[in-house]
């Protein structure tokens, strides 16, 4: 199978290209591309030697340049050479500038300026490496939101995905052998929110994880009878607690993130790029 080269041009991280791009090859199963990405981009020089590139591999090129006469040599460039190229940014700033009345700055990256939200980000991500696992059973009564959850049931991952949306997450294992610590009876319900997966995926995502440490993937840790006493056991409590309950079995960090961030009526509009 021909594989399609896919250029993200970026004059910040390239973030939101990439993530159109792959949104869009999502719906092309059968496709096999490889995306490559050129971030913080702000110089004719460099960007004229990185489309010399994209016309020998005969690459789509997605772009986000706020500069004007960049993102212009792009669309010349693939127009003048029979390549493609989607612009993921000049064209909603026309519109908006078309709306408002207002020119944009066309200052790049200032969508990462190191503003007081940027900080608070930042702040947030700490907090929630530094409250992963129940580490810090104190840090589950100043979190804004706190996760419980079976193992594997991604609660780390889907922890830094909200404390990129400037959330103080703390997240609790549970189970039928582990000690609930006294904190959690203080906690509002609301804030807390209970993670559930089927058995036989749980089973399959530990026994992957027992054979990426080289031991034996059968084991009760991955033994879906063992699983569905585990399962049991946090239906149960979040019953007991009260909390929204989610099952992620079929679900992206992002969607599972969005439950929780509507149920506390939070804003769930971020932008990366």
Known sequence: METQNIFIISDSSGATAQTIAQTALSQFPDVKAEIRRFPFIQTDSILKGILKIALNKQAMIFHTLVSTELSQMVQDFCRQNGIYDFDCVQTPMAMLSKVTGKAPAHVPGLIHDLNQNYFERISAIEFAVENDDGKNPKGLLEAD????????????????????????????????????????????????????????????????????????????????????????????????????????????????????LESLNLDTTEFED
């Open 145 to 260: 939101i706190v996760l419980l959850g079976v193992s594997r049931t991604s609660k780390t991952p889907l922890s830094l995905y909200l404390a990129n949306q400037n959330q103080r997450v703390a997240n609790l294992p549970i189970g039928p052998d582990l000690q609930l610590p006294e904190e959690i009876k203080d906690i509002d319900k609301d804030k807390m929110f209970g993670l559930l997966n089927t058995p036989e995926k749980l089973s399959k995502i530990r026994k992957q994880r027992m054979i990426s440490y080289g031991l034996d993937a059968d084991t009760p840790y991955s033994d879906p009878a063992h699983i569905k006493t585990e399962l049991a056991y946090a239906k149960k409590l979040y019953r007991q607690i009260g909390c929204l309950t989610i099952n992620v079995a079929n679900k992206s960090i992002e969607e599972t993130a969005t439950i929780i």
